[in-house]
T-cell receptor, first 115, second 115 residues
Framework: DQQVKQNSPSLSVQEGRISILNCDYT??????FLWYKKYPAEGPTFLIS?????DKNEDGRFTVFLNKSAKHLSLHIVPSQPGDSAVYFC??????????????FGTGTRLQVTL | GAGVSQSPSNKVTEKGKDVELRCDPI?????LYWYRQSLGQGLEFLIY????????KSGLPSDRFSAERTGGSVSTLTIQRTQQEDSAVYLC?????????????FGPGTRLTVT
């Protein structure tokens, strides 16, 4: 049972344009969401997060939007740069439930930013 | 400062052998996690240590898998009688939950190949 889903395995975007990566979740207990970026042969790197009490969080070129009613979140990268080419993982946790704060990951979306 | 380190970076073993994977978390981080990423899959939670609390072992796929964390720092993941389906990248992460920050910081991973 995949509780966090990234339905697009890959995305290609031209440099300077907006990249939009999508993520859906099914577990209503999730209340904290994170995006990680992963380069080949490296561990995932934390990018940006959002708590369920917010619907938007922005950090430089990266913005995460959360739609709780739709159980959907998205990561916007504007403007996209060639160095953004990587695999992006969406992750969710429920740190306020008293249970372990393990992360549940999606299967990732490979972003390629072309010149 | 130093990030999460893991050793070895690559391990090739024969089916049926035991392997040990090591993780050195970021100094001062109270929580330590193990995940694995099989080919084409997202990251799968294995086990979580938080301070002196009993570990959350709910993600371990079988009793051939075990982990320990000595002195609240270094952790070892042991896989006994390895099988080919154990082949994956094993990732360790750490975080400092007491600050209210839930982001986990990952090491580069150990690529395990069972032949």
């Amino acid at each position: 049972d995949q509780q966090v889903k990234q339905n697009s395995p890959s995305l290609s975007v031209q440099e300077g344009r907006i990249s939009i990566l999508n993520c859906d979740y099914t577990n209503s207990m999730f209340d904290y969401f994170l995006w990680y970026k992963k380069y080949p042969a490296e561990g995932p790197t934390f990018l940006i997060s959002i708590s369920s009490i917010k619907d938007k969080n922005e950090d430089g070129r990266f913005t995460v939007f959360l739609n709780k009613s739709a159980k959907h979140l998205s990561l916007h990268i504007v403007p996209s740069q060639p160095g953004d080419s990587a695999v992006y993982f969406c992750a969710a946790s429920s740190p306020n439930t008293g249970t372990a704060s393990k992360l549940t990951f999606g299967t990732g979306t490979r972003l390629q930013v072309t010149l | 400062g130093a990030g999460v380190s893991q050793s070895p970076s690559n391990k090739v073993t024969e089916k049926g052998k035991d392997v040990e994977l090591r993780c050195d978390p970021i100094s001062g981080h109270t929580a330590l996690y193990w995940y694995r990423q099989s080919l084409g899959q997202g990251l799968e939670f294995l086990i979580y240590f938080q301070g002196n609390s009993a570990p959350d072992k709910s993600g371990l796929p079988s009793d051939r898998f075990s982990a320990e964390r000595t002195g609240g720092s270094v952790s070892t993941l042991t896989i006994q009688r390895t099988q080919q389906e154990d082949s994956a990248v094993y990732l360790c992460a750490s975080s400092h939950i007491s600050t209210g920050v839930y982001e986990q910081y990952f090491g580069p991973g150990t690529r395990l190949t069972v032949t």
